[in-house]
């Protein structure tokens, strides 16, 4: 089906474990993007990528890694969880630039918990 | 810079209620303006969109204005249903790289 999904749903994770959670989409859109979601403070940008290779950080970029070796895939790696990661994370993505609306298309988010 | 700011929820209304929730926005270029609704456990959806100065977006009985004057972008619905109870998302989006800007939600509860 096309659109972009998001795996796992659901996560539970101890600290200082490695976590990867997936995002795929089958638009072919250039730019994809991870969010986390949080009481208070709405959606804050992680890290985006223009075009498979090209990733850049955003507003809360500490802790966590991310790679686009291919257009479709776009997997957000925390490399050592820690409490604070709790939260819930959107992926998105977007066909950006002149003659397009510039609108985000979320995945269905990856709820994460680390104890 | 650029910023969305929403009115602070958490908002609740009976049943057939008007509703508004307020949004207005600083941008540095011509943005397009949006609104997403995010339903108890779900992704953010997108629910109406307007890409210009006096452009109206409609969707479900919803509506917002593009109001340049104002930099505004309230979103309004005449007659709400329990169905619409869900998390309200004012965003901005200069279409361009990584610059959208998300207000940070407003909370709706609608009782019957």
């Known amino acids: 089906d096309a659109g972009i999904t998001q795996s796992p749903r659901y996560k539970i994770t101890e600290t200082g474990r490695q976590v990867t959670l997936m995002c795929h989409q089958t638009?072919?859109?250039?730019?994809m993007f991870w969010y986390r979601q949080d009481l208070g403070h709405g959606l804050r940008l992680i890290y985006y990528?223009?075009?498979?290779?090209?990733?850049d950080k955003g507003e809360v970029p500490d802790g966590y890694v991310v790679s686009r070796s291919k257009t479709e895939n776009f997997p957000l790696t925390l490399e050592s969880a820690t409490r604070s990661q709790t939260s819930v994370y959107f992926c998105?993505?977007?066909?950006?630039?002149?003659?397009?609306?510039?609108?985000?298309?979320f995945g269905e988010g990856s709820r994460l918990t680390v104890l | 810079g650029n910023s969305v700011t929403q009115m602070e929820g958490p908002v609740t209304l009976s049943e057939e209620a008007f509703l508004t929730i307020n949004c207005t926005y600083t941008?540095?270029?011509?943005?397009?303006l949006f609104w997403y609704v995010q339903y108890p456990g779900e992704g953010l959806q997108l629910l109406l969109k307007?890409?210009?100065?006096?452009d109206k977006g409609s969707n479900k009985g919803f509506e917002a204005t593009y109001r340049k004057e104002t930099t505004s972008f309230h979103l309004e619905k005449g007659s709400v249903q329990v169905s619409d109870s869900a998390v309200y998302f004012c965003?901005?989006?200069?279409?361009?790289?990584?610059?959208?800007?998300f207000g940070t939600g407003t909370s709706l509860t609608v009782i019957p």
């Open positions: 965003a901005l989006s200069l279409n361009t790289g990584n610059q959208f800007y």
């Open positions: 998105a993505s977007s066909e950006l630039g002149s003659g397009s609306s510039g609108e985000l298309f």
């Open positions: 307007a890409t210009k100065a006096d």
């Open positions: 990528s223009a075009a498979a290779d090209i990733t």
């Open positions: 638009w072919s859109h250039s730019y």
């Open positions: 941008a540095t270029g011509y943005p397009s």
